[in-house]
């Protein structure tokens, strides 16, 4: 059974990952000023973490299946009819963009750093409503 408060803290941390970028990044200093793009990209990182952490807890607990990638486990909560499956396969594109920020898999591009900023912030309390959704 799912831990409920420990599934509200991520959530809620989630939240004010999306809070402080919203009030405090300035996109348009991503490209010139390194502690602006530091915090950009290190609160997104955290961001996305919690929504993977909050995911994998439901998967698990649910036994929703066993994902072969972080990515996979928002999959395994659309097939569940936990999230719609666009919303899945744009959090499963986070996942990916919190890779390249943890692992350092490539130089990270700015660009996509600024659009994940300006344009898929939704998407991260999307998930923490859906979730929410489906609380007993």
Same mark, same amino acid.
């Given at each position: 059974?799912?831990?409920?408060?420990?599934?509200?803290?991520?959530?809620?941390?989630?939240?004010?990952?999306?809070?402080?970028?919203?009030?405090?990044?300035?996109?348009?200093?991503?490209?010139?000023?390194?502690?602006?793009?530091?915090?950009?990209?290190?609160?997104?990182?955290?961001?996305?973490?919690?929504?993977?952490?909050?995911?994998?807890?439901?998967?698990? #607990?649910? &036994?929703?299946?066993?994902?072969?990638?972080?990515?996979? !486990?928002?999959? %395994? /909560?659309?097939? @569940?009819?936990? *999230?719609?499956?666009?919303?899945?396969?744009?959090?499963?594109?986070?996942?990916?963009?919190?890779?390249?920020?943890?692992?350092?898999?490539?130089?990270? #591009?700015? &660009?996509?750093?600024?659009?994940?900023?300006?344009?898929? !912030?939704?998407? %991260? /309390?999307?998930? @923490?409503?859906? *979730?929410?959704?489906?609380?007993?």
């Amino acid at each position: 059974m799912t831990d409920l408060d420990l599934l509200e803290k991520k959530l809620a941390f989630v939240e004010s990952c999306v809070s402080e970028l919203q009030r405090l990044a300035v996109a348009e200093k991503i490209d010139t000023d390194l502690k602006e793009r530091r915090f950009i990209e290190h609160t997104l990182q955290l961001a996305i973490q919690a929504c993977l952490d909050a995911a994998s807890h439901v998967v698990s #607990d649910d &036994r929703l299946g066993e994902p072969s990638t972080t990515r996979e !486990l928002f999959l %395994l /909560l659309a097939r @569940a009819g936990r *999230l719609s499956q666009e919303l899945a396969q744009r959090l499963s594109a986070a996942a990916g963009f919190r890779n390249v920020l943890v692992h350092g898999y490539a130089e990270v #591009d700015n &660009r996509i750093t600024r659009d994940v900023l300006e344009h898929h !912030l939704g998407d %991260l /309390l999307d998930f @923490a409503a859906a *979730l929410r959704q489906q609380r007993p």
